[in-house]
């Protein structure tokens, strides 16, 4: 059964640094392309990063790119975001994927809120 458990949100003010979490298990996590998306209150789900199997590839949305760096520990089964410069707009529950920007597992795990306000 594939289960993802995502931690490391919070209540920070503009300017501040989180570092999220993600650990996987029921799936051969090593195997798999992983994806943040995030849900703003009232909006849709967005795409966020995404890093290939292995780690060497990486891809941002433009709003976050140069802000926030995805990684993997396949040894630990564990997905990260550290998130840098946080913004308003960065407010959202973020939650850890199976894909790519272009085609992604849509989430059903609680996912981690953070909020960005002053």
């Known amino acids: 059964q594939v289960h993802v458990a995502e931690s490391g949100g919070g209540v920070v003010q503009p300017g501040d640094s989180l570092r999220l979490s993600c650990v996987a298990s029921g799936f051969t996590f090593s195997s798999k392309p992983m994806s943040w998306v995030r849900q703003a209150p009232g909006k849709g789900l967005e795409w966020v990063s995404h890093?290939?199997?292995?780690?060497?590839?990486?891809k941002y949305r433009d709003t976050v790119r140069g802000r926030f760096t995805i990684s993997r520990d396949n040894a630990k089964n564990t997905l990260y975001l550290q998130m840098n410069s946080l913004e308003p707009e960065d407010t959202a529950v973020y939650y850890c994927?199976?894909?790519?920007?272009?085609?992604?597992?849509?989430?059903r795990s609680q996912g981690t809120q953070v909020t960005v306000s002053s």
């Open positions: 994927v199976q894909g790519t920007s272009g085609s992604y597992v849509d989430p």
């Open positions: 890093i290939s199997d292995g780690g060497l590839i990486t």
